[in-house]
């Protein structure tokens, strides 16, 4: 059983203060979804908690099982066992799926026999074009592609835990559920993966039952409830957090550095 | 092995005309454009001697397996030369031995334009001559292997390929030398008759201390196809100029380098892709890292000529700055005298991509690891599309190697 601990976590772009005390602590084959309007800062926890350039600390820790990821490299912090599906992951011209596997296989020590074989079966289980394994790491792949690309990642890397950053958007519904069953299958295994699942909609959790749900706003966890709480979250939507990070940063907290978020798109939230 | 100064008193001519041109020419200044940015203010052309044919320089030649043939040379002149079944009705010849010798000698680079191509012909070594007859075509490579190693030595390689209709052949050359202080000043000329084609790549690993002109000059005549690429290592101060005409009605061709800089080198490199003849297609790709306090130039011009309708002629520059004090300078041109053509041109300057690296390394792969995967990545692009399969590794190889040392030594 492992056990990843975020404490009063603070951490600015520039001068902003994006993140503004996050504490939650997540245990193996556990799913927390973290729900919020955009521009909210809920990218900006995954890629904080994963060592992404361009963000500064100023407060708190995250560890996991008592190591302290905040002073590692962000390479170490996945050896570690974090993995993070990003929401846009990014084209990599000349680097393959393949060799990008295989430099972290030896890195930790694996066989890559072992690794070229779970890549495989990997994109077989999810329906990822075998093709693709050897050519340039998301270049020129759709939506749904890039999507079921991370999630052989992370099935071959088998992480403690996975940052599933927005994995549902983008992606048609076949890719979804392809997606989202291959993580539930991840928490259900015999060394559960543990999940923390952002998003903004609902759906995502047709396939991935949450064990807890958290409403994210204004760089902090706002309330933490159950998968009732994302029933209630549909209905009512995030009008009243919208509301108060307006009144807390203005405009300018919509504005997420890893993302194209907008004010706007909050407005057509129950269309989703 | 017949030494050329002996056997060719009409060589001796060109020589000696040559010199007292050499003499009268005005040095190359950094004012000038096709010299602007480089180094060449520093360099006395006056400074070196060329090197005797008893000099003596030895090194192990490096081949490759199956080739067509392979001409060792050294100081200057033909140590060996194996040819193989592999050549067929080819020829793999030293100049004065070739019935067309006169013609030959630069028929396709044409008159010497500058002070550097009179020093050149004033102290021409053995020539190579690379003779393919009509509907010929030579599958494995040919490989001339040169190197040379004396303080304050010139040498002047020049190689000839010659590539009559329908006929096909693929050349690799090697430069190197030894840590002594030198100028090497080699010459290539690629003539692609109608129909032909010609794959040529030259890898320039010349020693820290050497200073290098290089000159290409290619031409395409009808239908004909040409590759004509520099995979740029070494040297101190390393230059390649390339002269690429498309003669030929539907002539078509790559120019193609991967350049690696480290230390305080220069690489510095000048492209002309002229169209002289309509629906011509010429495809520039030059991709460099800089790193340490090395420096790369790129400038090239692509001519459209008013005969030139229908031509196709595209221009891509890009760099890799591996660290603060590197610079790399690019300068893209297009001088269009026709309305029917596409051409474009692109060039960049910029580091490994930040986010490139986090997604390599939010997958546990190192960061110095993640940086070879994406250098190595850049420049398997350019090196997929250049002719010698036999080679491509080995530059692949060198470029990880370098980036390597650079960051062991960074971190050192």
Known sequence: MSELVITDLHATVGDKEILKGVSLTIRSGEVHAVMGPNGSGKSTLSHVITGKPGYTVTKGSVTLDGVELLDLPAWERAKAGIFLAMQYPTEVPGVSLQSMLFASAIEAGRDADEV?????????????????????????????EKKRNETVQLGVLA?????????????????????????EDLTNQDEP??????????RLFEELEP???HVFAAGVIQKSGGPELAEELEQTGYAEWVHLVEKDDG????????????????LHLHEG | MPDAQTLAPWLDTVRATAASQFAEAEAPSGVDEVWRYSRIADINLHAYSPVSSDAGSAIDAIGIDGAAATVVIRDGRILSLDRTDALGKATVSSLVDHPDAQTLLNGVRGEAIDAIAHLHDANLGDVIVID????????????????????????????????????GVNVFERRRSGSASQLVVPV???????????????AQQLGANTNSLEHHVAQSDQQAHVICSVAAFGGSYARTRADFRLNGRGASGDLLSAYFGDGSQMLDFRTFQEHNAADTTSNLLFKGAVTGEAQSVYSGLIKVAETAPGTNAFQTNRNLKLSEEAWAYSVPNLEIEQNQVSCSHASTVGEIDEDQRFYLESRGVPTTTAEQLLVSGFFAEVIALMPIDAVKTEMQTIIDDALAADRAAQEG
Do not use: Q, W
Request: hydrophobic fraction near 45%; proline fraction near 5%.
């Open chain 1, 116 to 144: 070229k074989a779970g890549i495989a079966a990997e994109a077989e289980r999810i329906g990822f074009d075998e093709a693709l394994i050897t050519r340039p790491l998301n270049v020129d792949l759709s939506g749904g």
């Open chain 1, 159 to 183: 992480p403690k835990f996975a940052i599933l950053d927005e994995i549902d958007s983008g992606l048609d519904v076949d890719a979804m559920k392809a997606v989202t069953r291959r993580v």
């Open chain 1, 193 to 202: 993966l543990g999940v923390l699942a952002i998003t903004h909609y609902k």
């Open chain 1, 211 to 213: 064990d807890h749900v």
């Open chain 1, 251 to 266: 405009f300018a907290a919509f504005h997420d550095p890893s993302g194209n978020t907008t004010f706007a798109e909050d």
């Open chain 2, 132 to 167: 393919v007859p009509r509907g010929h075509h030579v599958e494995a490579p040919i490989v001339i292997d040169v190197y040379s190693d004396v303080g304050g030595g010139l040498t002047c390689p020049h190689t000839i390929v010659r590539a009559a209709n329908g006929s």
């Open chain 2, 188 to 202: 290539v000329e690629l003539d692609a008759a109608p129909d032909a084609r010609i794959g040529y790549l030259v």
